[in-house]
């Protein structure tokens, strides 16, 4: 599929994958598109920053390329390793059969043949469906001398092989990386990419992404659901409650056939929603319900 050629029709190929999203993403995410540039999201976790990446390898037909950052990673481990395992046995295969010629043994080692491609150097080859879309997730879990490392790397969209030499992408993949601010990423990283916060949505946007993402469920549910969450977000919780938890906890009352909340379907679902024993206890007893009554006086009649 072409790249769309406006702001609307982002939106609406995102939209026709299940992403719901406004008009300044779609914006950010056109422009990261139209000029090649690498698209840095930040936000907090669970609101969709990794679903961006999905939705838009899913629309535009490109291979998705996840590099899943953590900590101790480095740039042997998201470009390239070599086969070892397999190397030993190719040496002692050749040293059985004797004569072994001990030059063209080491080229052949370090061929295309023992190499492991890792999701860097997977983005950097050629593909027939067309640039593939790397997602480059959870940046903020790495170290600075990564980020010096991707900062070459997208920069040139190279990455070399010191065994093999360069290998350059025939066409620059698309490339979204997300962080959940848990540090700041180096502002030289940030100035090679168009940035955006994801924000959690506003209450008509969830309960679009709801709809989306999980049909099923009835309006009156889905609003309550969304108004439950929202209020939520504004207590003091170690983990607010992310778009995804929305999303889970909501197929989780299906799952259970439940067609109104109350303080005690709450109480018994609330790990879907928070993941934290400390938050948990918090909304134990009258605060649950204290919420629930909060979130249903602000809604309207659906």
């Known amino acids: 599929m072409t790249q769309p050629n406006s702001i609307d029709a982002v939106q609406n190929m995102l939209d026709a994958q299940g992403y719901v999203c406004g008009r300044a993403l779609a914006t950010v995410v056109f422009l990261s598109l139209k000029l090649g540039r690498p698209l840095f999201l930040e936000g907090e976790a669970g609101v969709g920053k990794t679903e961006i990446a999905k939705a838009l390898a899913s629309g535009l037909n490109r291979r998705l390329i996840r590099l899943q950052c953590y900590e101790g990673l480095d740039a042997s481990s998201a470009v390239y390793e070599w086969n070892f395992p397999a190397q030993m046995v190719a040496i002692r295969t050749a040293e059985a059969s004797g004569g072994a010629d001990r030059n063209a043994l080491q080229t052949e080692l370090f061929s295309d043949e023992y ?124 983990k607010k409650p992310g778009v995804a938890e929305t999303i889970d906890w909501a197929k989780c009352l299906l799952a259970l056939d439940v067609i109104n909340l109350s303080p005690e379907v709450i109480g018994d679902t609330l790990g879907a929603i928070l993941k934290y024993q400390d938050d948990i206890q918090k909304l134990q007893g009258s605060e649950a319900k204290r919420i629930l009554d909060e979130a249903k006086a602000t809604l309207e009649p659906a």
């Open 115 to 238: 190499l492991i491609e890792r999701p860097l150097l997977q983005a950097m080859r050629p593909d027939e469906s067309g640039a593939p879309v790397l997602l480059i997730d959870e940046l903020d879990r790495t170290d600075e001398p990564f980020e010096a490392f991707l900062l070459e790397a997208l920069s040139d969209f190279q990455v070399t092989i010191p065994e093999l030499g360069t290998v350059k992408a025939p066409e620059p993949p698309i490339v979204i990386l997300t962080s959940n601010r848990t540090r700041e990423v180096h502002d030289a990283l940030k100035r090679r990419c168009l940035y955006h916060w994801v924000d959690y949505p506003d209450f008509e946007r969830e309960i679009q992404i709801l709809h989306a993402r999980a049909p099923e469920a009835a309006e009156a549910l889905s609003r309550e659901v969304v108004a439950f969450v929202q209020h939520l977000r504004t207590e003091d919780l170690f």
